[in-house]
């Protein structure tokens, strides 16, 4: 099982192994969204309405589902009148503050999970443009989501570049002589042969 976190910086071998990371990172999200989805789905039923009145009752307290409000800072929008602020801690002991709660993690979860098929997109069209062959990568995730990849040459593509060269000059084939040489050579074993013939008969 993956971990997902925050922020992390992950190493991979080939831009097949991210794929298949991100694909695993998917899934997670995926049973986490499940998860929450069916507690929410029992908090719903366990009250009697239906989604729709409960998003009516959000939407009267101030809360959003479908579109994430932001202040000007960037800041999420204030939460309903059922949450109590504590420097800056929010706390609720009311239930439309756990739905309120599920319904915005499900949402984040949406996000990173559309975000993460986003990048895989991109991997998949340049694994199949041949890109990724002999590299490794170092990828910045925030939150699972890759932010930013770091390309380098692949070590086992090193090590293999490095065999093949040392292949290359250390196992050269001894060069085939030459017809010069050739004759040059059974000159001098045809005069060795009748030295030792002129030896013996003496």
């Known amino acids: 099982m993956i971990r997902v976190l925050p922020v992390e910086i992950r190493e991979f071998s080939s831009i097949n192994e991210l794929d298949e990371f991100l694909e695993k990172e998917i899934a997670w999200y995926q049973a986490l969204l499940e998860e929450y989805g069916e507690t929410l789905g ?33 800041r999420s929008a204030s939460p309903s009148e059922g949450w109590f602020s504590y420097k800056g801690l929010l706390f609720s002991a009311d239930k439309q ?3 309120e709660m599920l319904f ?25 443009a041949g890109f990724g062959l002999g590299l490794s990568f170092s990828v910045y995730l925030v939150n699972g989501v890759p932010e930013r ?7 086992s593509a090193a090590q293999k570049y ?41």
């Not at 990849?149 to 070590?155: G, L, P, S, W």
């Open 149 to 155: 990849i770091f390309v380098q040459k692949a070590k």
């Open 97 to 99: 503050g756990r739905i």
């Open 104 to 128: 915005e993690s499900i949402e984040k979860i949406e996000n990173a999970i559309n975000r993460i098929k986003e990048a895989r997109t991109l991997i998949e069209e340049l694994q199949k």
């Open 42 to 74: 029992s908090l719903l039923r366990g009250q009697g309405l239906s989604s729709e009145e409960v998003e009516k009752i959000l939407k009267e307290k101030g809360f959003s589902r479908p579109v994430s409000r932001k202040g000007k800072k960037g």
């Open 162 to 202: 490095k065999l093949e060269l040392f292949l290359s000059t250390s196992m050269t084939p001894t060069p085939k002589p030459s017809k010069i040489e050739e004759a040059e050579n059974k000159s001098e074993e045809s005069q060795e042969k009748s030295g030792k013939e002129e030896g013996a008969g003496k």
